[in-house]
């Protein structure tokens, strides 16, 4: 079933596409698609007098504000909508919403279900972390994805067009969940992940300890330590370790170097200990890892 759609009459440049019944039911039964697959979308640009009220949400909705402005009413919640906001609501919610009289947002908009839509959008949102509105910036690689969605008009209903929209979206609330967690690390806690990210990796080589990292966030500590799992689900020094191993499992890919001589670029004189650490995380020892590699 299709949602409750806003009857904004639409521009000359502005494009709103249901999916058709027949389509809807072929990608609830598709398992390349029923996780989650469209059930409309389109683009309205400068949408003057573009309102929506729903007492009972019948799916789930993103919405991608790229210019101009509006409001999203839900609960007792009257939030502001701007530049670079993503707006995701889930099924069953009540809202409404609305762009500004005077400058009018210009919006991005997919209607979807599936078996595991709300999981989809409960990943970009991080549970309870996260508004319903979101704020991610501008992000081209969204725009053209949902650019890419809107050409699945002109394939005159084809099914494999519309499983490829499906995977498309899949995609596009995939990227959101990844990109998500700096955004609003940066601008909910004031913490710079892409820059603790880019000091981890230039101690790759080396060691870098809690005191180091937390002083770069000019955070204590507990505080850091604290923030940072509660942002990506896991401690700073994990991912540290983590991302010692991917690298350790890239030099033993490409590389013939030997395993004393990957641990010690890694920084570990222990080539013994640099093996169990290996083992612990990826699984399986470093030589086994390099022969499972050449097969």
């Not at 919006?107 to 595991?116: P, Q, R, S, T």
């Not at 053209?144 to 050409?151: C, K, N, P, R, T």
């Amino acid at each position: 079933m299709t949602a409750k759609l806003s009857q904004w009459p639409l521009t000359s440049d502005g494009m709103r596409i249901i999916v058709p019944t027949f389509i809807q039911d072929y990608l609830s039964l598709n398992p390349l698609s029923k996780q989650c697959y469209p059930t409309a979308f389109g683009y309205y640009p400068k949408a003057g007098g573009h309102r929506m009220s729903r007492e009972q949400h019948d799916d789930n909705l993103l919405m991608y504000c790229t210019a101009g402005q509006g409001t999203l009413e839900i609960g007792s919640q009257s939030l502001p909508v701007g530049p670079g906001d993503a707006l995701m609501l889930p099924k069953g919610s009540h809202h409404s919403y609305q762009a500004d009289i005077d400058n009018p947002w210009t919006i991005y908009w997919v209607h979807f279900e599936g078996e595991l839509a709300g999981q989809f959008l409960d990943l970009v949102r991080a549970g309870k972390a996260f508004s319903p509105v979101l704020f991610m910036g501008t992000h081209s690689r969204l725009v053209a994805d949902f650019e890419s969605l809107i050409e699945t008009r002109k394939t005159g209903y084809s099914r494999r067009s519309f499983v490829y929209a499906a995977n498309l979206l899949r995609q596009m609330l995939t990227y959101l969940a990844v990109v998500a967690p700096a955004i609003q690390a940066k601008r909910l806690h004031d913490m710079d992940l892409d820059g603790i990210h880019a000091l981890m990796e230039e101690k790759l080589h080396g060691q870098l300890d809690l005191a180091t990292l937390a002083a770069h966030a000019k955070l204590s500590k507990y505080h850091f330590s604290n923030k940072y799992k509660a942002l990506t689900g896991h401690s700073p020094i994990q991912h540290f370790l983590h991302l010692k191993m991917e690298r350790a499992c890239h030099l033993l890919d490409v590389s013939g170097i030997s395993i004393k001589d990957v641990g010690r670029t890694l920084g570990y004189e222990d080539s013994y200990y640099f093996s169990r650490l290996f083992k612990k995380i990826i699984g399986v020892a470093p030589r086994q890892y390099r022969n499972l590699k050449r097969g």
